[in-house]
């Protein structure tokens, strides 16, 4: 189901980078540097845009629109067929393949009407109907899966990168936290283990910070993949 949301995770992962830290610690990812716009994009905007560029769901509304009109036309007496015929005609010897030399090769041209009864064609008409409502109920299952499947990308995108903000904050309080340490240390007035803890506390923050990037990625990377496999499957 993820991949229905996959053309739009470029789109989001940019979209909530905003601030200019934010987008500094993702500056590896090499779609990133690609996008050249900044503005949000909300949930509503995103829902929106994954419907708009759904392949399969038009496809399901053209499939319905289809069997609607079969339905229309099965309710009709068929078109009239006009046929040629030839019988007898000679394969081999002196009169083979040709229509005049044996007197028993008859040449027929007619016209066929076929006239089936109205049960029958309103059961064809009820068949097509059928499968126009089937199509319009499966439209409306991948729609609403469509949708699930986008708002869960959204959400985890957005939380992923809230973490590399609220990380590369917490980051950069750290180094001002070491920083003090160091001087109050050169100082007299702070103790090594102080400057040890604080610079522990600062490689803890590293640790997460790419804990976070990778999982970043991992997202990203599944975004990509699906995207590929739906791209590879409307075609």
Request: proline residues 4%.
């Amino acid at each position: 189901m993820f991949q229905y949301a996959a053309p739009l995770c470029g789109a989001m992962f940019f979209a909530f980078l905003g601030p200019q830290k934010a987008l500094a610690q993702l500056t590896q990812l090499e779609h990133v540097a690609a996008v050249g716009a900044n503005t949000p994009l909300n949930l509503s905007d995103a829902l929106q845009a994954a419907e708009v560029r759904s392949q399969s769901l038009p496809a399901l509304e053209w499939k319905a629109i289809a069997a609607r009109q079969r339905a229309v036309a099965a309710r009709q007496l068929p078109d009239p067929v006009l046929r040629f015929g030839l019988d007898n005609v000679p394969v081999e010897g002196g009169s083979g393949q040709r229509f005049t030399r044996e007197p028993t090769t008859a040449r027929s041209i007619g016209i066929v009407q076929v006239l089936p009864g109205m049960a029958k064609r309103e059961a064809r008409r009820e068949r097509f109907e059928q499968e126009a409502a089937l199509a319009l109920s499966r439209r409306d299952l991948q729609r609403s899966e469509l949708r699930q499947a986008t708002a869960m990308a959204w959400w985890t995108l957005r939380a992923e990168l809230q973490r590399q903000t609220l990380l590369a904050a917490q980051r950069e309080e750290a180094g001002l936290t070491v920083a003090a340490a160091e001087a109050a240390y050169r100082a007299g007035r702070g103790s090594q283990s102080d400057v040890f803890a604080a610079r522990a506390s600062l490689v803890a923050l590293d640790d997460r910070r790419l804990m976070a990037q990778t999982r970043l990625r991992r997202h990203v990377a599944r975004c990509a993949a699906g995207s590929a496999k739906s791209r590879s499957d409307a075609g």
